[in-house]
């Protein structure tokens, strides 16, 4: 499967944005997907995650009540709402695409498929 991460910029603290994630390829139902982000000089970071369906999401604890994970299957897309932002929301943000169907995993080692990235800069 093929990723296209969308919606990134530049937005003042306390603005939202909306990131979306298209998939191209094999059925988009057939995978979990996730957000992540890295900011300069860290690691990815785990956003949020959603399973195939759509009824079981898991947010990192800093996200929780801000980001909202969300997929249409059939447009084949994954969205991450964002409200609320603060300058440390600062990343590159990626989505990912898991096939093991089993667990809606927070861990980056985990997904199989990656799209390029999305950058979103917050001002204070």
């Known amino acids: 499967v093929q990723l296209q991460a969308s919606g990134g910029g530049l937005v003042q603290a306390g603005g939202s944005l909306r990131l979306s994630c298209a998939a191209s390829?094999?059925?988009?139902?057939?995978?979990?997907m996730g957000w992540f982000r890295q900011a300069p000089g860290k690691e990815r970071e785990f956003v949020a995650a959603i399973s195939w369906s759509g009824v079981i999401t898991r947010y990192a604890d800093s996200m929780k009540g801000r980001f909202t994970i969300s997929r249409d299957n059939a447009k084949s897309t994954v969205y991450l709402r964002m409200n609320s932002l603060k300058p440390e929301d600062t990343a590159v943000y990626y989505c990912g695409a898991e096939r093991d169907l089993s667990m809606v995993t927070i861990i980056p080692g985990e997904y199989d498929y990656w799209g390029q990235g999305t950058l979103v800069t917050v001002s204070s």
């Open positions: 390829g094999r059925t988009f139902s057939s995978y979990n």
